[in-house]
């Protein structure tokens, strides 16, 4: 299973930018999907995850600012980030929960800075 992750960049504080996480070569249905993130210096904390049901879960300090979906059709994931602020700036993951094993993908690098 790979999971590929496309859509960090650089943003103005305030400003928005969409995440995507594509899973391919799955032989089973996809569980949970998640996205995590790691500042400098920082461990690896939890954004939000979403089941395959569509219960999601967010990290307090992106809740009303972060929205995850996905297309289970596509085994994608999306992270849509509204009001980014400097202490967002982090490499964002994405991982996927398929039976009892987690796939992780190459994290792609949100900078928020004016």
């Known amino acids: 299973v790979q999971l590929q992750a496309s859509g960090g960049g650089l943003v103005q504080p305030g400003g928005s930018l969409r995440l995507s996480c594509a899973a391919s070569?799955?032989?089973?249905?996809?569980?949970?999907m998640g996205w995590y993130r790691q500042a400098p210096g920082k461990q690896r904390e939890l954004v939000a995850t979403?089941?395959?049901?569509?219960?999601?879960n967010y990290a307090d300090s992106v809740k009303g600012r972060f929205t995850i979906s996905r297309d289970n059709a596509k085994n994608t994931v999306y992270l849509q980030m509204n009001s980014l602020k400097p202490e967002d700036t982090a490499v964002y993951s994405c991982?996927?929960?398929?039976?009892?094993?987690?796939?992780w993908g190459k994290g792609t690098q949100v900078t928020v800075s004016s």
């Open positions: 991982n996927a929960l398929i039976r009892a094993t987690i796939y």
């Open positions: 070569g799955a032989a089973y249905s996809i569980n949970t």
């Open positions: 979403t089941t395959r049901g569509g219960s999601t």
